[in-house]
């Protein structure tokens, strides 16, 4: 189980995301005062601190939100989940994945321009909110695994 480390908004598509304390995310819409929000398979883009890290070895003064990231996490492995899979946040919020990466833009962001290299197309991971919620700093963020009924043959 890991936790989450900032969230992440931003009111116009093509900007940088800002920190604010706490986001609330509306089922199937996303994330309230958020460009992204709306009725499509990307409401919400979730990177980990992780990865943003290591980004920061080569740009050190990288923050949150400009990978254009809703929500970054700390202590759980996102590299292993895949499309249809659920993160659960806190005990209120439920999403599914339905995009891992996204093509850079044509000539590259900003960040692969200065190194080469840009995370978000083939790390970032891109939601639906099953449930909704709010979010802040510090809450539990886990795999979540659904129960299917066991098929029986007679």
Same mark, same amino acid.
Request: net charge negative; with cysteine.
């Given at each position: 189980?890991?936790?989450?480390? =900032? ?7 093509g900007?940088? /995301? /800002? ?10 819409? &996303? *994330?309230?005062g958020?460009?992204? +929000? &709306? ?12 990865s ?16 254009a ?5 700390r ?14 946040? &806190? ?5 599914? *994945?339905?995009?891992? &990466?996204?093509?850079c833009?044509?000539?590259?962001? +900003?960040?692969?321009? =200065? ?5 978000? #197309? ?10 909704g919620?709010?979010?802040? #700093? ?12 066991p098929?029986?043959?007679?």
């Open positions: 189980m890991g936790f989450v480390e =900032a969230v992440c908004i931003s009111t116009k598509k900007t940088v /995301k /800002k920190v604010v304390n706490q986001i609330v995310l509306r089922k199937e819409w &996303g *994330i309230e958020d460009a992204h +929000a &709306g009725d499509w398979h990307r409401q919400i883009s979730i990177l980990s601190g992780e943003i890290d290591r980004m920061r070895n080569k740009i050190a003064e990288l923050d949150h939100g400009m990978f990231e809703n929500i970054v996490t202590g759980i492995d996102l590299t292993g989940l895949i499309v249809g899979d659920s993160l659960r946040v &806190g005990d209120d919020v439920l999403l599914e *994945i339905t995009q891992i &990466g996204k093509e833009h044509n000539s590259g962001c +900003a960040i692969k321009v =200065a190194t080469g290299e840009c995370i978000m #197309p083939k790390e970032g991971l891109f939601c639906r909110v099953v449930q919620g709010t979010i802040v #700093p510090g809450i539990a963020v886990s795999k979540y695994l659904t129960l299917q009924s098929t029986c043959s007679f």
